[in-house]
Antibody, heavy 121, light 110 residues
Framework: EVHLVQSGAEVKKPGESLMISCKGSGYTFTNHWIGWVRQMPGKGLEWMGIINPSDSQTRYSPSFQGQVAISVDKSISTAYLQWRSLEASDTAMYYC??????????????WGQGTLVTVSS | QSVLTQPPSASGTPGQRVTISCSGGSSNIDSNPVTWYQRLPGAAPKLLMYSNNQRPSGVPDRFSGSKSGTSASLAISGLQSEDEADYYCATWDDSLYGWVFGGGTKLTVL
């Protein structure tokens, strides 16, 4: 069975750095892009960016370009989402999801369980 | 402000049929198949519909999807209490070369 398992909740102070992870299992990790999605408290889902694990090429939403970095270590089937300097506004739940594609049809499935990031002084 | 537009809320009584709309534009819904996700309270989003109207294994046939032009909709018939959740439409945007989501619709079963 295909699974994405994310790292645990984090509590950080403004200005600190952070990397959260998303480990895939049950499939060939390099065959599917991995996307990251943010959900701020009480808000909807926002696409942050996507990475191709086979060559580490990334694509970011303009809203998140320069704010976060997405990377991957295909040797351990794990994708990462990283911040160099957190802000209080980064407080949110972050989800990873496997990007599936058949011709023009794309879908995100499965999703990781989410990583809650709290940034507070 | 989400790229795709959904009503913020919808409601119905058990057994009723409810429909959730999703509108977009030429670079997203008009050009690419639409997906729908269900987020139950306290849970991660789950794929509910892909390719406009295809249900993944395990999704009841009470759920159906459709698309026409720049709009899509999700219909839930025979509403049940366990359907109370947030529903999101999403699709690929060719201009953005990335995913765009609707703002989500909170479904309440009265």
């Amino acid at each position: 069975e295909v699974h994405l398992v994310q790292s645990g909740a984090e509590v950080k102070k403004p200005g600190e750095s952070l990397m959260i992870s998303c480990k895939g299992s049950g499939y060939t990790f390099t065959n599917h892009w991995i996307g990251w999605v943010r959900q701020m408290p009480g808000k909807g889902l926002e696409w942050m960016g996507i990475i191709n694990p086979s060559d580490s090429q990334t694509r970011y939403s303009p809203s998140f370009q320069g704010q976060v970095a997405i990377s991957v270590d295909k040797s351990i089937s794990t994708a990462y989402l990283q911040w160099r300097s957190l802000e209080a506004s980064d407080t949110a739940m972050y989800y990873c999801a496997r990007h599936n594609r058949v011709t023009s049809s794309r879908w995100l499935d499965p999703w990781g369980q989410g990583t809650l990031v709290t940034v507070s002084s | 402000q989400s790229v795709l537009t959904q009503p913020p809320s919808a409601s119905g009584t058990p057994g009723q049929r409810v429909t959730i709309s999703c509108s977009g534009g030429s670079s997203n819904i008009d050009s690419n198949p639409v997906t729908w996700y269900q987020r139950l309270p306290g849970a991660a989003p789950k794929l509910l519909m892909y390719s406009n109207n295809q249900r993944p294994s395990g999704v009841p046939d009470r759920f159906s999807g459709s698309k026409s032009g720049t709009s899509a909709s999700l219909a839930i018939s025979g509403l049940q209490s366990e359907d109370e959740a947030d529903y999101y439409c999403a699709t690929w945007d060719d201009s953005l070369y990335g995913w765009v989501f609707g703002g989500g619709t909170k479904l309440t079963v009265l």
